[in-house]
């Protein structure tokens, strides 16, 4: 195993997980955080991961990414099976094929944002591609803040800067769990457009965690999830749409519990 990762030619598929069980604890404190699921996530393509507190949304995409292990069943980015890795090649997985884009940014205040940017492939013993890299930033604004520190930017600038250190070693997946959960709604927006604009412009490939239907309508697909299971997807989502289809899951459990013992 030398932790690359291949595609296969026949599906576009960057990430999947198959049967994946998530068991927390044991005996009376468990809990089954994830109950039999098993989704793909194409390639090209920007993918929300949806459903009520506690369904298990970060969960799926900390296993996805190989950030958490497994109880049962399989994750794999492209054709790569991450339980087949050690800790050490999980390690040079995440930082040679995934980005990831957290609620906190993440930044390290001591470096400048340049740094921060390139911080992940001078761990991974990679040169930037200097076009790539430069688009992005030209992308985002940031070019007149590469030399700044992360305390001198705005909450709204610092997670850009955060999205392109996710793209800037050209990802398999990025992973995105609540990236505007820390922004008012303008900065927030930006974020997702930047999101969802790098994925058509680029081919990348986003995987995001949120709460909010505005923020899932900027993505190609949701899933939902509902107490760890998949139960629906919706392609070309609206706010109203998602909005409505996660009211239909609160108007089923209050039926479960009306008919329920
Ligand atoms: N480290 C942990 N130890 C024990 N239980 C956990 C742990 N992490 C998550 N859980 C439990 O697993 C279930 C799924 O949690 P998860 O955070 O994946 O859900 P979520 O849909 O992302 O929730 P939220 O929308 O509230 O962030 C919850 O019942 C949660 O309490």
Redesign the pocket.
């Known amino acids: 195993m030398t932790g690359t990762v291949t595609t296969g030619t026949d599906t576009r598929t960057a990430a999947r997980v198959v049967d994946a069980v998530k068991v ?2 044991s005996g009376d404190t468990e ?1 089954r ?1 994830l109950d039999g699921v098993s989704v793909d996530f194409t390639a090209g393509r920007f993918t929300v991961i949806m ?1 009520p ?7 799926l995409m900390h296993c996805a990414a190989g950030l958490d292990t497994l109880t049962s069943g399989s994750a794999f980015i492209g054709d790569t099976d991450l339980s087949g890795l050690d800790d050490h090649r999980l390690t040079l997985l995440r930082r040679r094929h995934l980005g990831f884009v957290f609620q906190a940014f993440n930044l390290l205040p001591t470096l400048t944002v340049a740094e921060n940017i390139t911080l992940p492939m001078d761990l991974a013993g990679e040169r930037p591609d200097s076009r790539w890299l430069d688009a992005l930033i030209d992308t985002v604004g940031l070019r007149d803040r590469l030399h700044h520190r992360p305390s001198e930017l705005s909450g709204g600038q610092q997670q850009r800067v955060a999205v392109v250190r996710a793209f800037a070693g050209r990802p398999q997946v990025v992973f995105a769990d609540e990236p505007t959960g820390n922004l008012d709604s303008r900065s927030g927006e930006e974020v997702l457009r930047l999101l969802a604009g790098t994925v058509r412009r680029t081919d990348r490939t986003v995987v995001m ?1 949120t ?1 909010d239907p505005v923020a899932a309508a900027h993505a190609d697909e949701v899933v939902f ?1 509902a107490d760890g299971r998949l139960v629906d997807r919706m392609e070309a989502p609206t706010a109203e749409r998602v909005l409505d289809r996660l009211k239909a899951f609160d108007g089923t459990r209050h039926k479960e519990r009306e008919v329920s013992p």
Request: net charge positive; charged share 5%; glycine share 26%.
């Open positions: 927390y604890g809990v955080a459903g507190s506690g369904s298990g949304k970060s969960t965690v709460h999830l």
